[in-house]
């Protein structure tokens, strides 16, 4: 039997309902921006660009050994201590920049270990630590692995010219500017000071 004609009016109204809906889709991506994208493409996570580390200010350590290298320094003892000369030819301590997520000491650590091969575990002892401006100082007496002479130079690292031990009237002398080819950088000749004067204040020699 043939299916009876709509009637006029009901026509119209499916007509009206399908114009609002596609003017209602309109406006709402009018308003909100949406776009059609694929759905692979609307589940895609944007990874944000990984921030370089901060710094947060300076490390820095010294260490002595005695003369044979053999045992830990007593009171009383000659020791030496070990220093890089960079290559302006200046010498400092093994130190550098705290990255973030570091503590001064592991900051410390990794820098002695970076530039004079010498990696700081059981076989220390603090001596003294303390600020100096925005840098942490440390002091530390090691036991070098060389069995007589003078303990170094240790292995190399790969950011340094050379390694060099030097004895406290040495240092002395580095402090006074007056020992031969050994300047010292201006920078650390406060710390240095306070340094030989506390090995000096504790019996070594």
């Known amino acids: ?105 592991q900051a410390a650590k990794r820098e002695s270990r970076e530039e004079t091969g010498y990696n700081f575990n059981s076989a220390y002892r603090e001596l003294l630590k303390f600020d100096y401006g925005a840098a942490r100082i440390y002091l530390h007496t090691v036991r070098s692995l060389h069995a007589s002479g003078p303990p170094g130079p240790l292995r190399k690292g790969r950011e340094i010219h050379s390694l060099r031990h030097f004895s406290l009237p040495e240092l002395r002398l580095m402090l006074r500017n007056s020992l031969p080819n050994a300047p010292l950088r201006p920078a650390g000749l406060e710390a240095l000071t306070r340094i030989v004067g506390e090995l000096e204040a504790q019996g070594y020699k």
Do not use: D
């Not at 009637?7 to 909100?32: C, E, S």
């Open 1 to 105: 039997m043939p299916r009876a004609p709509r009637p006029r009016i009901q026509r119209l109204g499916t007509l009206v309902a399908t114009v609002l809906m596609k003017a209602t889709y309109g406006l709402f991506r009018a308003v909100t921006g949406a776009q059609h994208r694929p759905v692979a493409q609307a589940r895609r996570r944007v990874v944000a660009p990984v921030a370089p580390a901060r710094r947060s200010g300076n490390a820095f350590i010294y260490s002595v050994s005695t003369a044979t290298g053999t045992a830990f320094p007593e009171r009383g003892s000659r020791v030496c201590m070990l220093l890089l000369q960079h290559r302006n030819g200046e010498f400092g301590p093994p130190g550098g920049c705290v990255e973030q997520y570091e503590s001064s000491w």
